[in-house]
């Protein structure tokens, strides 16, 4: 079996203060705040159990815990069955759920994956300042208790996936090909998070390098409509699989929902 799911762990209203407070996918944001979803990929195939980015974790308002190993157990996997995970990049929404503390101390949530990062990134990361207590001791139990695995060292660790180091939203953010049953699938962490990015053209000024982002999403909107990809986008709180069907001048790339977030199934 070779398929690829949204786990879907719910949409978020998420303002300056950066806390992600559960709002209901048909209402608003509060104001001033983003509505983003949280949408860590599990891809099923021959060669294991993977996932792509992990989602909020210990540092969200709520137990994402024991939601993620719900989410697991509706596909009849435990989260010892996961053989890695691969983070577009090190921000604490895509990566927190890589370790809890439902005991009191910190454990890894996946104790017998690989964890796939940037090397650079990670070195990076090791060296910021200002970080808070939890942020330390979450980086700190990694360093010494994950089992860490460098995409610099092998960009194509299975048969099905690819990294590349693209940037834009972070300096080392990468970009994931998955290829599946003779299909294409791009993830792009938060350069390409929601399909309402596709046909816009802006430099976000939250990313390292907002005209790497832009450009990049150019790039890569023109080469999934020419190669019939998908795209898995983390954050989009409807659609988080996509392809693009159309493309006009005037109305840009025509969208086609693949799956929703209360799909179980790719159709």
Known sequence: MNIISPLHLGVFSVGLDKKFNRIKPEDPPAKGALKIALNPFLIQTDEGNFLIDT??????EENFYELFVEKLEEHNLSEHDITGVFCSHLHYDHVGGLVHNENGYLE???PDAEIWVSGKEWEKAQNLSGRTDLESSFMDFLEARANLHFFEDNPAPYNFFKATTIGGHTEFSQLFEVNLNGQNYFMAGDVLGTRGAINRRYAAKYDF????SMNVRDELSTKAFENDAHFLCF???EFPIFKLS???KDKGYIIKPVKSIFDEQLN
């Open 55 to 60: 989602g909020i974790g210990l540092f969200g």
């Open 209 to 212: 390098d907002g005209k790497t």
């Open 108 to 110: 890894t949530v996946f």
């Open 246 to 248: 159309d493309y006009s």
């Open 235 to 237: 954050h989009d709180t």
